[in-house]
């Protein structure tokens, strides 16, 4: 698709960018321009960064078509090596949403969209998806405001021999990791503040200098992460959080 006087720029991620088209909203990977003059090293550290992009938004459109039509999540309207055709959402990401309303949004309509967001993983785990980027930003909001999850770039698909419980990529997705990620999701829902954190064994150190986004080497234990006590479903945020909160049942 070409770009038109009428297009306009409504997400910029670190793998894509999304335009809108009138009704249509198009993603594509974000290309690394080579400034004039540039060093070799730049130049093809740019172009690995440029093809990395390609092969996420590539590899985003192989889990759309994947998982085919999963209530709650969004349908495509075409998929290709080069971009992903979707429906515009006019009402923007829960994230926008909240920031905008939040003052006028109860809890009672904060649990509703946590328990869509649950059944929307669920569906997704069904389908031997890992999410890996569970996130406000990354649920859109139709006319009814019920939720709409996008964005697979960093999702992963458990091959059928795999025990999805006790699977880990070599990423470190896991089910336990979706499960902390909705975790925080629900933390920034209820409470407004952001709290994100990975766990990556490879690191030499922790990273947990930015209070909203953390990387652990190891999971991290209670005292590490935000206090919920006084928060609206604290218990089951900290359980989503601590390494044995949940355990998968069979």
């Given amino acids: 698709m070409t770009k038109s006087d009428d297009s306009e720029l409504i997400g910029l991620g670190r793998v894509g ?11 594509t990977a974000n290309i690394w321009a080579v400034p004039k003059g540039a060093t070799e090293t730049t130049i093809i ?4 960064m440029t093809e990395l992009n390609k092969e996420s938004l590539k590899h985003e459109g192989h889990v759309y078509c994947h998982l085919g039509q999963v209530p709650g999540v969004i349908e495509p309207y075409q998929v290709s090596d080069t971009e992903i055709r979707m429906p515009y959402l006019r009402q923007g990401s829960l994230s926008r949403y909240l920031r905008v309303h939040r003052d006028s949004v109860d809890n009672m309509r904060r649990l509703q969209w946590l328990q869509e967001a649950a059944h929307i993983i669920r569906r997704v785990h069904e ?3 890992l999410v890996a980027d569970i996130a406000t ?5 139709d006319e009814n405001l019920s939720l709409q999850m996008c964005d697979f770039t960093e999702s992963v698909i458990v091959a059928d ?4 419980a006790d699977f880990v990529s070599e990423d470190f997705v896991s089910v336990k990791s979706d ?9 920034e829902v209820i409470s407004g503040n952001r709290c994100e954190f990975y766990v990556i064994p ?3 150190t922790d990273l947990d200098d930015d209070p909203e986004s953390k990387t ?7 005292d590490r992460l935000p206090d919920t006590n006084d928060v609206f479903l604290g218990e089951i945020i900290w359980r989503c959080w601590v390494r044995d909160g949940f355990k998968i049942r069979d």
């Fill in 161 to 164: 021999d795999e025990d999805l």
């Fill in 216 to 222: 652990f080497k190891a999971w991290p234990a209670a």
């Fill in 202 to 204: 490879d690191i030499e």
């Fill in 45 to 48: 550290s740019l172009e690995q």
């Fill in 127 to 129: 389908r031997r998806v």
């Fill in 17 to 27: 960018r999304v335009m809108r088209f009138g009704d249509i909203a198009v993603k």
């Fill in 179 to 187: 499960v902390a990620r909705f975790g925080s999701m629900m933390y």
């Fill in 137 to 141: 930003r990354n649920f859109l909001l």
